[in-house]
């Protein structure tokens, strides 16, 4: 079909009218332009999340000022307005980020230069310019969100403009939009087996696909490898996934799931840091033994992007781990690393003994940097721990410690007061109020003024099980800090001062521990309907199934790396060579089936298919045509109906050129113009 010249630029001025009163009168050069201006914006509208104000602002006036054009019929504006107004928009840009080059600023230029085309229009050649670069536009989707949400506003998306292609090609009568969205849909699903094919067959690369070496290293929300007052309560706030698990074998107990990460042992009086010790491949640190009681316990870890290089592992997990396309690294306190920041997801699968013991002697000087203080910080905490000293016994002095926070009017929170240069001692003596890290810090503070060698452990505990999919899901929200004390021939002994305080944050969650505090988002909306009726709610039920849609799309499409392409083409390959006999037979039927179909198809006068369907669309609406009716009797028929005018002419013309294709002298020369006006007529009936 020729394509009809739509609406590319201006029209002659119209006389102001009410926009409700152009609307109803729309003409379809009108239409297709706003289709097309919709179209741009379900684009657009994913992008305003994350670029600058301005950007949209601009965006979503340059399109608004586009449909104004094109419903009070105006003239597009010259290009004396349009240049300096694009040269203005480039200029903000790079105030806004510095720089034109990479994602965020590539992004938002594409984004303006989008709505400005919308309005400089001159032929239809810029028609399909604006949908191309609507399709491009569209895939910087995937820089900011890889989830199935995005991917599913996208195929609405991509219908969408699809059907503004479509429309462009109709000439004469255009049908229904809802017919032309069904043609897109049909479009899209034909196109749909195709790229499933790619994505499955065509070689993987190692590294995320959807990302910018520059972009991929901006930071993330997650356990650092420094502690101060309010680093991990403000991790509480948040509902973000930090890695999933799935266990092989039985689950342990909710208060032994410690997930280990970072230790840290320097302190200048604020913060506490890593101490910098070596790293090395696997195996345990000398003087050290570890004596293991119980089956081991395997699993399977999913760790979102952090950014950074240590990995949480289940203590105590062995240390031989084994990553494909990752280096990985142990240090004497038993953190795993891998030697490049993690940019994308991770798995990896490890087996842990949650009942161990890390027995062993260390020398003065291997423990010393354990009892290190910063000089002149918190004199009433030094004068606590010289009474704990006095005891003379480590173990004494760790329950001693415990008691004070279990009987004196110490408080758990996620809002604690600030804190001044002696924070340990305004902590302990005077606001007693705060979260893991207060009392992991003023903990191992005490036991190293003690003289007994402590540090402080940060990671994970607990989860939450998700009973659709069996994963246990470890949030940020889960983010803890513990200690550890060296007790001689014990060995390096775990402790958490949280559990004198709030036992419910280890044996339950963080929601059963601080119930007063506000929820955050539908993640923390269920937990409180779950806190007030003790059972599931329709909230949690829905938010476990959100989160199982979501760990899927996870687990199979954005993490389908070259080692799980190569291991499920092996075994496809492995089920085809066992059925290849009986695969073959299938093909060849299909191909056969195929084959008579398309003779068929052939073989079909077009006259007698319009025909065929012009009588099914009769009988749809009560009309059906008798066994001996003919053309004519059968338009008799139907123009004494009621039916609107405009169908029955266009029914009439319909039967009439029917009657001289089928009855009439046939005309070689002519007969294919005339089967597409038959089509047309036929389109025009319904």
Known sequence: ???????????????????????????????????????????????????????????????????????????????????????????????????????????????????????????????????????????????????????????????????????????????????????????????????????????????????????????????????????????????????????????????????????????????????????????????????????????????????????????????????????????????????????????????????????????????????????????RALELAASLRALNDPQGAVRAVLRKFRSEPYRYTLTPPALGRDAVDEFLFASRAGFCEHYASAFVYLMRAAGIPARVVTGYQGGELNPVDGYLLVRQSDAHAWAEVWLGEQGWQRVDPTAAVAPQRVEQSLARAIPAEPPFGLEGLAGLVDLQNDRESWLSWLRFNANAINNSWNQWVLDYNPERQRNFLAELNFALGNWRSALGLVLVALLLFAAQRLRAGRGRDPVDTAYQAFCRQMARRGLPRAADEGPRSYAARILAAALPEDKKAAMKEFLELYGALQYGVPDSGGRTHSVKRLNTLLMQSR
């Not at 965006?59 to 300096?84: D, F, K, N």
């Not at 028609?127 to 191309?132: A, G, I, K, P």
């Open 1 to 379: 079909m020729k394509p009809a010249p739509p609406d590319i630029g201006a029209l002659p001025p119209a006389t102001p009218t009410p926009v409700l009163g152009l609307v109803a009168r729309m003409t379809r050069d009108k239409a297709d332009t706003l289709l097309l201006l919709l179209a741009a914006l379900m684009v657009l509208l994913p992008h305003f999340a994350h670029l600058p104000l301005w950007t949209s602002v601009t965006a979503t006036l340059t399109l608004a000022w586009r449909a104004a054009i094109t419903l009070l019929g105006r003239r597009l504006p010259p290009l004396w307005i349009l240049l300096p107004v694009s040269v203005l928009a480039m200029g903000g840009v790079y105030l806004s980020f510095r720089t034109l080059l990479g994602r965020d600023p590539g992004v938002a230029m594409l984004a303006l230069l989008l709505a400005f085309k919308l309005l400089e229009m001159q032929a239809r050649r810029d028609l399909y310019v604006v949908v191309f670069l609507c399709f491009f536009l569209l895939l910087t989707d995937f820089f900011y969100s890889q989830s199935i949400f995005t991917a599913l506003t996208m195929m609405a998306t991509i219908v969408m403009l699809l059907t503004a292609l479509v429309t462009f090609q109709y000439t004469g009568i255009v049908p229904p939009l809802k017919q032309r969205l069904l043609m897109a849909a049909r479009i899209f699903l034909v196109a749909a087996p195709l790229g499933l094919l790619l994505f499955v067959a065509f070689p993987r690369i190692q590294g995320p696909l959807w990302g910018l070496p520059g972009d991929a290293r901006s930071g993330r929300t997650g356990i650092s490898d420094t502690m101060a007052p309010g680093s991990l309560s403000s991790l509480a706030a948040s509902d973000d996934i930090a890695f999933r698990v799935r266990f092989f074998d039985p689950r342990p107990r909710q208060n032994q799931l410690y997930w280990r990460g970072v230790v840290l042992g320097n302190y200048d009086g604020r913060t506490w840091t890593r101490s910098g010790r070596p790293l090395y491949r696997g195996g345990l640190p000398a003087g050290l033994s570890i004596h293991l009681r119980g089956p081991g316990i395997r699993h399977e870890i999913t760790m979102e992007p952090s950014g950074k290089r240590f990995l949480f592992t289940l203590e105590f997990t062995e240390p031989d781990l084994s990553i494909p396309g990752q280096r990985l690294r142990s240090s004497d306190e038993l953190e795993s690393y891998v030697l490049e920041p993690l940019h994308e997801r991770l798995r990896y699968r490890a087996k842990a003994y949650p009942d161990f013991s890390l027995k062993g002697e260390a020398s003065p000087a291997r423990t010393a940097q354990w009892r290190q203080l910063p000089p002149g910080f918190n004199p």
